[in-house]
């Protein structure tokens, strides 16, 4: 099966034409597909109709698949046919919530708090609001690349903690608190600022809206550092944003890039979003590996 792919931008993201991803797909294009994706780091397939069993089934030819915890506070947060999908959702109907609201409201990669972060996500529109809710995407090698060098070298062997006990109320205040026992399931973890991708080889720079700490710094002239290197992370030239058309998949790579779903106005507009999540790997550094962080 012959694929076309079409960059998005110049520093992220390609359209990947020539084939249906519900339909049957050989081992060969799956490699093509792979290789693009190992190239631009987030992928678009357009005009997708697909069942949640389609959606998981394309999404495994790429991966073991993760599935995403319960919260505490009942809201699902996964199709209850399909646990593997997790549902990114504004919705409610008879008074309930459909899915997880505002989730990916601010810089991240997907499971970056976590000691085995996810591989990749891809995300299907279902319902799209008709002004607002895209998601931008940074690449992460660029933002490495690009680094000054007073900044590389104060990071490079370092690692970070990322907290979501810490964090959850900074970034789900619409959300109860974690409950104690979700904060055991989710301890804080200590990743490496820059990690080695563990396909391409290639360096990125590995931070996001968890990261609360950076070990060798005080608490200050850390969080002074998170920000800066936050900032620089996700300037213009290297981001890509996307403009949502219903049926549009995204496939990104979570070990490379980062991504944000941009805030649009949820009181007024349904946004619908259907998302399955790859399982991962420690990220590493060389000898310098994540682990779990001691209990404060
Ligand atoms: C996510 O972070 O997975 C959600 C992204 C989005 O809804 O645009």
Known sequence: MAIKVRPLSNVIGAEIQGIDPAGDIDDDT?????????????????????????????????????????????????????????????????????GVRRAGWGWHSDGEDKLVPNMGSMLYAVIVPPKGGD???????????????????????????FSRAELHPVNYPHLPPLTEQEK??????????????????????????WTVEIEGFGKDEGKALIRELSEFAVQPQFVYRHRWRVGDVVLWDNRCSQHCAIPYDDEKHERHMLRTTLEGDIPAYGTVRSEVAEAA
């Open 135 to 161: 998601t931008a995407f940074s690449n992460m090698y660029a933002a490495y690349d690009a680094l000054p060098d007073r900044l590389r070298d104060a990071i490079e062997g370092r690692r970070a903690r």
């Open 30 to 98: 799956i490699a093509e597909i792979r290789q693009a994706w190992l190239d631009h780091n987030v992928l678009l397939f357009r005009n997708v109709s697909w069942t949640p069993a389609q959606h998981v089934a394309f999404t495994r030819r790429f991966g073991p698949l993760h599935i995403m915890p319960r919260l505490a506070n009942e809201a699902p947060v996964t199709l209850p046919d399909h646990p593997e999908v997790f549902i990114v959702s504004n919705l409610v109907r008879e008074g309930k919530p459909v």
């Open 184 to 209: 055991r399931d989710r301890p804080d973890v200590w990743h490496p600022l820059v990690r080695i991708h563990s396909e391409t080889g290639r360096k990125s720079l590995y931070v996001g809206r």
